[in-house]
DNA sequence: AGCTCCGTTTGACGCCGATCAAATTCCGAG
DNA sequence: CTCGGAATTTGATCGGCGTCAAACGGAGCT
């Protein structure tokens, strides 16, 4: 594919890989097979490449998006321009369905962190669809749901944890349960990271910097963890 | 009523002034005759002293509520004890509905902030009607929706501003549209301010002082603005 | 390999807000 | 009205994190 194909939007088919994220979000999982066709009905696909506006504050909003793959940043600006993340969405999250019954605008910033694909579903037909369809209600409740549970984690996060505890708490989030040695990769750069835990990348690195001493090792990408026990106690 | 009375729950039959909230929660606004009929079926009506507990996070979930007067606390411990609050739920305001898609455990502690009486709606029953009756899916819909935008404001405030916005932010969410003066009266106390900020009294108090030279008089519980216009631009 | 761009790290600094302590005010009970 | 406990304010101190600047590093390109 040429860069300028990639550089706009485009209607493409889904790949199977897309198909199967697809699939699994709460928000598509459990549809009977019409409620599903009605569903792809209204859905185009997305393709924008890193740093490309999906959607700004205040505009209309006529759609929902599901991330399919690459990671969009949900933020806002104060006066002075400065940006605050308030969610990073990756392949299988959903964003903007709060406004399936709640408002006509946007109300944050929508932007590609890197290349994305993104279903798109028409945000007026979902209206409808949720009227009708029990299973796609319940699909729209399960998807506010988790979202709202999510969200009001990160309140408490914020308000709760230093950086260091909160980058410990999402290191361990993505560890096995036991105790012993493990090892993770980001699936993003840092500085995505850190506006999801609500830091500036310089706050980031210094708290990984200080979580040395617990026997965090980071290459890269790469997250390496001597004694996830340690970590817990952070 | 003998103070005893007051301080445990108990089961007690709405007063006009209850059912006229309850009735105006996105929770129950615009549900049929019948589907109101069941859902006050799998109603209780709860009386809480001030500091009493509503639930502890952890335990198993079998209520959603709705506050009717008074106010509630959602908040959460760090491993030392020390709270934060992520939610202050007030007259007409929903909370744990998000447990009907969302999991059997409470997320959070949750607690009578002052004397309280709640609508109490067993989940069980809710997730079963929400399966059944559209105007109730929808209501959660609508109710989630809510929740979840406020929810993602409180993320955006803590992070893009300061605690003297922040407090002016809320007086000006409260002010009349037009520039002039204006007068509100905080419905509880300050200390339940400085949580739903994300702060500690000290530094609410603080706030309101920083705020008394672009003419915020505080005394008690009234907030004086000399120019609204003045206050948005802190 | 060497170069360049961009993301990340490190250092220096300052501000904001948490914390502890003490003074003061508020408010309800008697 | 007075008293006592709780809420709030004020002061002092300190740690955390944002910001700016500069050094460093890695990934892709030629």
New binding site residues.
């Given amino acids: 594919m040429e860069a300028t194909t990639e550089m706009m939007n485009s209607n493409l088919k889904l790949t199977n890989r897309d198909r199967a994220v697809l699939m699994k979000t709460p928000f598509l999982a459990g549809l009977s097979g019409n409620s599903l066709i009605r569903m792809f009905a209204n859905m185009t696909v997305v393709s924008l490449s890193?740093?490309k506006s999906v959607f700004r504050e205040g505009e209309n909003a006529d759609a929902l998006y599901c991330v399919l793959s690459g990671y969009v940043r949900l933020y806002r600006l104060n006066r002075?321009g400065?940006e605050a993340d308030m969610r990073i969405c990756g392949p299988g999250d959903t964003f903007a369905e709060c406004l399936i019954y709640g408002g006509n605008q946007y109300r944050y910033n929508a932007q590609a962190a890197e290349a994305v694909t993104l279903a798109r579903f028409d945000l007026q037909a979902v209206r409808e669809l949720a009227e009708q369809e029990k299973d796609i209600s319940k699909a729209v409740m399960t998807s506010l749901s988790r979202h709202l549970l999510s969200t009001m984690d990160c309140v408490a996060n914020d308000?709760l944890?230093?950086?260091?505890?909160?980058v410990a708490n999402y290191i361990l989030a993505r560890c096995p349960v036991d105790g012993g040695p493990a090892s993770i990769r980001?699936p993003?750069?840092?500085?995505?990271?850190?506006g999801m835990l609500?830091?500036?990348?310089?706050?980031?690195?210094?708290?990984?910097?200080?979580l040395r001493k617990t026997g965090v090792t980071?290459?890269?990408?790469v997250i390496q963890v001597v004694d996830v026990q340690a970590l817990r106690e952070v």
């Fill in positions: 890193a740093r002075e400065r308000r944890y230093t950086a260091p505890q909160r980001l993003f750069q840092k500085s995505l990271l850190a609500g830091l500036a990348p310089e706050a980031l690195s210094r708290a990984f910097s200080a980071v290459r890269g990408r």
